[in-house]
């Protein structure tokens, strides 16, 4: 690291449990975040401010003026926007030493996987139950961590599925249907600071997983925003689950 670079991130290289060298992977890391809705907006930032190399985000959604409640990457100027421009826009003004790389297609198995093998991690922001069980399945192929998150209404869920460990277990050990109708935000509302509290651990795990600390990987935190309760269940992979017979 330079001097600017140590100036910029010295508050991580006080952290024994970063230092120098523990910056310097970050800095070489790679992340692809999937989604820039409400937990994107959290995690993004977060992940460039900490010094991560390079981002890939993918995500088709244009800004409506109904996601401004909670996804604060975009203003009312951008509404008719795709999401991924104005996140590449906002982050690389603020973090111009960050390689952002953007995807404005919807995500399928056969764009998906040369992301996923490209990149150190994954980080699932979606809100919809097929595309998570996609990117739970290419992510299982390619060996690549994948750090989970969802919130709706006043719950929230974070975990990690280390697929660089073989017992490890998946989103279809735990969630094995794949409902059509699933309930998204528009569908079922959901409180503003969630995504906030979620998508930021979603970067800490995410910064913990390229530092090789150790993450919620075999534990699901499920947060309740209007007790302030968090619950923790421990994960096993499921004998039965498909994506993980087939993947061995």
């Given amino acids: 690291m330079n001097d600017q670079q140590l100036l910029r991130y010295a508050r991580h290289v006080l952290l024994e449990e970063i230092g120098v060298q523990g910056q310097e992977k970050i800095m070489a890391s790679s992340v692809a975040v999937i989604g820039c809705g409400g937990l994107g907006s959290a995690v993004l930032p977060y992940l460039a401010a900490s010094g991560v ?3 890939i985000i993918a995500d088709d959604d244009v800004i409506d003026l109904s996601n401004l409640q909670r996804q604060v ?5 951008d509404t008719g926007s795709l999401k991924v ?3 590449c826009a906002v982050l690389q003004e603020k973090y111009p030493a960050c390689i952002i790389e953007t995807i404005a297609e919807k995500i399928h198995q056969e764009n998906l996987l040369p992301i996923i093998q490209s990149v150190d991690v994954v980080v699932d922001c979606t809100d919809n139950f097929p595309t998570r069980q996609t990117i ?5 192929i390619a060996g690549k961590p994948l750090v989970f998150g969802a919130v709706s209404q006043f719950a929230g869920q ?11 277990p998946c989103y279809a050990c735990i969630f094995p249907d794949t409902p059509q109708d699933d309930a998204t935000c528009a569908a079922s509302g959901v409180f503003a600071p969630l995504v906030g509290v979620i998508g930021t651990m979603q970067a800490a795990e995410t910064l913990k997983i390229i530092l090789g600390l150790s993450t919620l990987h075999g534990k699901m935190q499920c947060f309740n925003a209007i007790n302030n309760r968090w619950q923790t269940m421990t994960l ?4 039965a ?3 993980c017979h087939n993947a061995r």
């Fill in 53 to 55: 190399g390079k981002i």
């Fill in 73 to 77: 990457l975009y203003g009312e100027k």
């Fill in 85 to 87: 421009q104005v996140a």
């Fill in 136 to 140: 739970n399945r290419i992510s299982k």
């Fill in 158 to 168: 974070i975990t990690v599925f280390d697929f660089r460990q073989p017992e490890s």
């Fill in 236 to 239: 096993t992979q499921n004998s």
């Fill in 241 to 243: 689950c498909p994506v």
